[in-house]
């Protein structure tokens, strides 16, 4: 009776525990105006604090279909990336490497403080560079946002994760090198995966586009045809031991430079994309282990600033040059704040390709996690609105 009664339970978790997450989101949403994202991570946190039956990452499948969700947001985020206005105004690209390479190296010093060896430094500093692509997109889909600090945030977020993708994939091969002196191991733990992601990402990217324009396809077929050929690269990246989220990102960015539109009703991938995206932050937040939330307080709160203070002050530094005011440079920086599900993800891949010090690496990011899981979403709104971008702020004035 008592295994048939946990059997049930773990059955029905997930679904019971994504309907109380949206029922939250929506009455937090449209009571206080809190980003739906924040609330589906609560629901995520309290679900793994209190150890849910069934709300775990032992039950199969729950990490590819994580994958599926992210990757579908990372299409999004690299279908919004204008390769153009890096020719014309490479001051965007500049900032985006800049502050990737500050935030790397000043996270890489202030880990050193806390008596963490050298290869889970790299590790977290490697993490520390990205942006929350799907917080951002989310938050920013959610205000119908649009302008210069929107799209600059977007498309420094996507420069971010590239390079955050970059670093982790080189920390890989040193650390390869540096315990097995195996070279073949360290070229297919870093070489290998980010050439073959971004090839893999640009056949479909050519591809897909080619047979969209061979036929005639309503703007629901268009919207089938992105997603179909998203869960295609997830699978394949995972048989062939690539990186999904590279892949997909690489898929978005030259899909757009192919001319196939998608409108802005298509934007989240409609329902099914909606709720694969409340699945991706409940999950990810379950994964947080509290024990090591506490045991982390001092190097998070630490981590927060110093990460917070590189890419507000690199944004700020050259708003002007790069053509915006200094408080749009200020609000860009802080719209950067989010990392969540993309860090995880990634730190996660990389421990199932044999990277042993991501498991410490995820320990010590725990505290940071949860602090910017929760309000990294809220700044980014908040930032958005400050730049009088959103259909609030523009109904308001």
Request: charged content about 10%; aromatic content about 8%; some cysteine.
């Amino acid at each position: 009776m008592v295994t048939d009664l946990t059997f049930l339970l773990q059955s029905i978790a997930w679904p019971l525990v994504l309907l109380l997450a949206w029922l939250l989101a929506e009455r937090a949403q449209a009571s206080w105006r809190v980003p739906r994202v924040t609330s589906y991570v609560a629901v995520g946190l309290v679900g793994g604090f209190i150890n849910l039956p069934g709300l775990t990452d032992a039950v199969p499948g729950l990490p590819f279909l994580a994958n599926v969700a992210l990757s579908l947001v990372l299409f999004e985020l690299g279908y919004r990336i204008n390769l153009r206005w890096f020719r014309h105004n490479p001051w965007v690209l500049l900032v985006g490497i800049g502050e990737s390479l500050v935030t790397f190296a000043t996270v890489y010093v202030l880990t050193g403080f806390f008596g963490l060896a050298t290869d889970v430094r790299l590790v977290i500093a490697s993490l520390a560079i990205s942006a929350s692509p799907a917080g951002i997109v989310r938050v920013a889909n959610e205000l119908h946002s649009a302008g210069q600090v929107t799209e600059r945030v977007l498309h420094l977020c996507a420069i971010n994760c590239l390079m955050a993708v970059l670093a982790l994939k080189l920390v890989v091969g040193y650390w390869h090198i540096s315990t097995t002196g195996d070279l073949v191991a360290a070229a297919f733990g870093s070489v290998h995966v980010l050439g073959t992601s971004v090839a893999v990402g640009t056949l479909l990217g050519v591809a897909v586009p080619w047979l969209l324009r061979a036929r005639i396809t309503s703007a629901s077929g268009v919207t089938v045809v992105f997603a179909l050929a998203v869960l295609l690269l997830t699978t394949m990246s995972f048989g062939l031991q690539l990186s999904p989220l590279l892949a997909a990102l690489t898929f978005g960015i030259v899909a757009r430079e192919r001319r196939v539109h998608l409108t802005n009703a298509q934007r989240d991938f409609g329902t099914v994309g909606e709720l694969l995206g409340l699945f991706l932050f409940v999950y990810v937040a379950s994964l947080i282990e509290w024990s090591d939330v506490w045991s982390s307080l001092a190097l998070g709160a630490a981590l927060l600033v110093v990460r917070t203070a590189s890419k507000v002050l690199c944004n700020l530094s050259v708003a002007r040059l790069s053509g915006i005011t200094e408080r749009k440079g200020l609000l860009t920086g802080l719209a950067l704040t989010p990392l969540s599900a993309f860090a995880i993800l990634l730190l996660e891949q990389s421990r199932l390709m044999g990277l042993e010090p991501a498991v410490q690496a995820l320990k010590e990011l725990a505290a940071l996690v949860v602090v910017l899981e929760l309000l990294g979403p809220v700044i980014t709104q908040r930032a958005l609105l400050a730049a009088r971008e959103t259909h609030v702020t523009q109904e308001s004035a």
